[in-house]
T-cell receptor, first 114, second 115 residues
Framework: AQSVTQLDSQVPVFEEAPVELRCNYSSSVSVYLFWYVQYPNQGLQLLLKYLSGSTLVESINGFEAEFNKSQTSFHLRKPSVHISDTAEYFCAVRSQGGSEKLVFGKGTKLTVNP | GAGVSQSPRYKVAKRGQDVALRCDPISGHVSLFWYQQALGQGPEFLTYFQNEAQLDKSGLPSDRFFAERPEGSVSTLKIQRTQQEDSAVYLC?????????????FGEGSWLTVV
């Protein structure tokens, strides 16, 4: 079984500041890792994912996440945030074999203030 | 369609009433998932289909919850004798297949309020 811990439920930052949203996972098997974003009154959208290869993965809108196997972490970072990045961010894992289901963390609400 | 479509988007049910929530996955997607998202929480897995076969229903909270996908496309989540704790957003998602971490696409959800 897998579990995901997102240590911060809310992260307020000012526009153009850097941000890091933390994600740690627990699993007895190898996993794939995902970050989803949920804008107000919208569905979940995939932001980025780690499947294999380079441990640093990037999204088209400037976010990046690094898979650290020894620390079982997949933290999400952006060097300079915009007001439009205000949303809830969910980290998720699934096992590389077996069930396709995603296991989600409780989410981190990112609020970018002017 | 272009994305995962869910209906109704909003449903208010009286306690004890039965409800049915519909999901139209992306055309051609083999895998279909249902999740429950309570207010302020992350999505919790309910059940999973591959085509018409329900491969995992370990997340269904009680025997009042039932899901089906009889022709391997549209799916219905049915909740019998609704209770207040069933109030949540019910998310449907689909993917091409289970192979190699295919992206799972989510619908906008069906918001259920039990009064």
């Amino acid at each position: 079984a897998q579990s995901v811990t997102q240590l911060d439920s809310q992260v307020p930052v000012f526009e153009e500041a850097p941000v890091e949203l933390r994600c740690n996972y627990s699993s007895s098997v190898s996993v794939y890792l995902f970050w989803y974003v949920q804008y107000p009154n919208q569905g979940l959208q995939l932001l980025l994912k780690y499947l294999s290869g380079s441990t640093l993965v990037e999204s088209i809108n400037g976010f990046e996440a690094e898979f650290n196997k020894s620390q079982t972490s997949f933290h999400l970072r952006k060097p300079s945030v915009h007001i439009s990045d205000t949303a809830e961010y969910f980290c998720a894992v699934r096992s590389q074999g077996g069930s396709e289901k995603l296991v989600f963390g409780k989410g981190t609400k990112l609020t970018v203030n002017p | 369609g272009a994305g995962v479509s869910q209906s109704p988007r909003y449903k208010v049910a009286k306690r004890g009433q039965d409800v049915a929530l519909r999901c139209d996955p992306i055309s051609g997607h083999v895998s279909l998932f249902w999740y429950q998202q309570a207010l302020g929480q992350g999505p919790e897995f309910l059940t999973y289909f591959q085509n018409e076969a329900q491969l995992d229903k370990s997340g269904l909270p009680s025997d009042r919850f039932f899901a089906e996908r009889p022709e391997g496309s549209v799916s219905t989540l049915k909740i019998q004798r609704t209770q207040q704790e069933d109030s949540a957003v019910y998310l449907c998602a689909s993917s091409l297949s289970g192979l190699y971490g295919n992206t799972i696409y989510f619908g906008e959800g069906s918001w259920l309020t039990v009064v």
